[in-house]
């Protein structure tokens, strides 16, 4: 429910007619998060789900374009890149993707990531070795 609602404050304070956060600002924000990612989610294991979550619905209500988020993803982590190196980023990347087609549908998932250009391949560790939730995408 608190994520809900952190979401909900997110799309307000950048839908507000005073512009309270801009998409800059915002963005800024998510790459100090997706920076302090693999050692939160040593704390909190489902930490990449519910990021994933939270970028959905911010992608969803059309605050950030999946295309930017997505950069930010693929390039992030505690040094550039890291993120997807260790697997987040397809973690994170594939959150978004459930989260997106359980609330929207297969049509407006497929929208999303039309218009977004991003190649799902790309967020996949050089390495991987465990599966990910992105390998589900990845196969349709």
Same mark, same amino acid.
């Given at each position: 429910m608190?994520?809900?609602l952190l979401a909900k404050l997110i799309i307000n304070l950048c839908n507000s007619r005073d512009c309270l956060l801009s998409r800059a600002q915002l963005l800024q924000g998510f790459e100090s998060v997706v920076a302090l990612l693999e050692d939160a989610v040593n704390d909190a294991? %489902?930490?990449a789900e519910f990021l994933g979550r939270l970028f959905a619905? @911010? @992608?969803m209500e059309k605050v950030v374009p999946l295309r930017d988020l997505g950069r930010l993803i693929l390039e992030g982590g505690e040094e550039p890149g %890291?993120? %997807?190196e260790v697997g987040l980023a397809a973690e994170?990347?594939?959150c978004i993707l459930e989260t997106i %087609?359980?609330?929207g549908g297969d049509s407006v998932l497929s929208d999303i990531l039309g218009s977004s250009n991003l190649r799902l391949e790309d967020f996949r560790p050089p390495q991987q070795i465990k599966s990910n939730k992105l390998d589900a995408f990845l196969q349709s």
């Open positions: 608190e994520r809900d294991p %489902r930490a619905i @911010i @992608i %890291r993120a %997807r994170v990347l594939g %087609r359980s609330k």
